[in-house]
């Protein structure tokens, strides 16, 4: 078999994928020598041998040293970088337009959501655009779809942390199953699927979706009746944001929408990025553990966002994300006039305080799954015929539930 041909039958690498795996290790040995570094200094200063330009870098030869590695490490970095930008137009006409496999699409959406804000900032080609599709294919303008193929009744489907539109369907025994796929044949639903990194903060992928969308209405093929979100996870923090600022600019699609429906929505934060808070916290209190501390800070600002539930630019700018302090985020309100489903669910048999507050469905507990907040002022006011609890029942399988999906039909009938 030829090279060419290899390309074009593989599912699973692109010719990008190259320059995307040479930044990432590029940057890792940068971080693996500037921890090796801090540990070094952080020995010496205890005998009292003084510092370089940092106190957690070394001075002398040992100092020049951890310099000529990361010299080196950028002068190749860079290098390869350039290399392999000029390379990759062949290996694009090489590997041909093959669809992408669900096993790499899974791969790339998890990397973005734990790093997706190092992949863009650094201009990886692993950093994920954000896309709206329809039918499967991405709809960036609406112009080119056919009228009588798409209904005037838009239902925005959006995945959470680390996940990807397509993970929407999950394979079971009777066949496929898809939440939103039943709304649009039962309900006359045109589902837009949204893929977006989610290793960016909440804030940043909310203004980014409200322009989206506003483009999306304004070119559809119809005039657009109604617009309704089925949100996972994070997404539903990502649509929460969208929606003020769009109404904070003033676009129209806020006057479209009609529904919102959240499946394990954490509008107060999870405890394990609490967790991972508290983490850093405990690396950075020795000398010694300090350097280790930076391996806890890889995570994204998207991760970080989930620690109280972000949803706006002023609950994180001019805030150091990984220093423990109490929720001060400026308090969202469920919107006036949009009707605002939650479902949550919990690894429990039943509820109980305990179990609400420790279990949850095992990344968000019941009360931030509800929008139950001790602050009178932070409380999302659901209506109790709005709210639904499933009982062992894992986050992730929220999206394959039968019983989600009659609750579905139930409500936005």
């Excluded at 992408?100 to 699409?105: L, Q, T, Y």
């Excluded at 070119?219 to 617009?227: D, L, M, N």
């Excluded at 923090?237 to 919102?260: C, E, H, I, T």
Aim: glycine share 8%; aromatic share 6%.
């Amino acid at each position: 078999m030829t090279a060419a041909a290899k390309l074009r039958t593989s599912e699973h690498v692109r010719a990008s994928d190259l320059r995307a795996a040479a930044l990432l290790a590029t940057e890792a040995t940068h971080a693996i020598a500037s921890m090796a570094e801090g540990v070094h200094q952080a020995v010496w200063r205890t005998l009292g041998a003084p510092s370089g330009a940092t106190p957690e870098q070394a001075r002398g030869l040992t100092g020049r040293v951890y310099q000529g590695i990361q010299g080196i490490t950028g002068l190749i970095g860079r290098s390869l970088n350039s290399a392999l930008i000029r390379l990759e137009p062949l290996l694009q006409r090489l590997e041909g337009q093959g669809d992408e496999s669900p096993e790499r699409a899974a791969i790339i959406a998890a990397l973005n959501g734990v790093m997706g804000d190092r992949l863009k900032v650094s201009g990886n080609p692993l950093a994920l655009p954000m896309t709206l599709s329809y039918q499967e294919h991405v709809a960036q303008s609406a112009q080119g779809l056919e009228a009588n193929l798409a209904s005037n009744k838009l239902l925005i489907v959006m995945h959470g942390l680390c996940m990807n539109d397509a993970q929407w369907t999950t394979e079971h025994a009777d066949g496929p199953i898809n939440p939103a796929e039943t709304l649009a044949q039962t309900l006359g639903y045109t589902p837009i699927y949204l893929r977006y990194n989610s290793g960016l903060h909440v804030s940043q992928n909310g203004r980014l979706l409200a322009q989206r969308l506003e483009d999306l209405v304004t070119q559809w093929p119809s005039a657009v009746q109604e617009v309704s979100a089925l949100t996972h996870s994070m997404g539903g923090l990502v649509m929460r944001s969208a929606l003020f600022y769009a109404q904070q600019d003033g676009l129209r699609w806020p006057a479209l929408l009609k529904n919102m429906v959240f499946l394990g929505t954490p509008h107060h934060g999870a405890p394990l990025e609490r967790a991972g808070n508290w983490v850093d916290e405990v690396l950075g209190s020795t000398p010694y553990s300090r350097p280790f501390a930076k391996l806890g800070q890889l995570r994204s600002a998207g991760v970080t966002d989930l620690r109280y539930g972000h949803l706006l630019d002023v609950d994180w700018q001019g805030h150091d994300r990984f220093r423990r302090k109490p929720d001060s985020r400026q308090p969202v309100p469920l919107p006036a006039g949009v009707r605002c489903f939650a479902v949550a669910a919990t690894n429990a048999a039943k509820r109980g305080s305990l179990a609400d507050r420790l279990l949850g469905d095992g990344l968000v507990p019941l009360p931030s799954a509800l929008g139950q907040h001790a602050d009178p002022a932070r409380c999302l006011s659901f209506a109790p015929e709005h709210q639904h609890i499933l009982y062992r029942t894992h986050h992730l399988q929220l999206l394959s539930s039968p019983e989600v999906t009659r609750q579905l039909l139930q409500w936005l009938a």
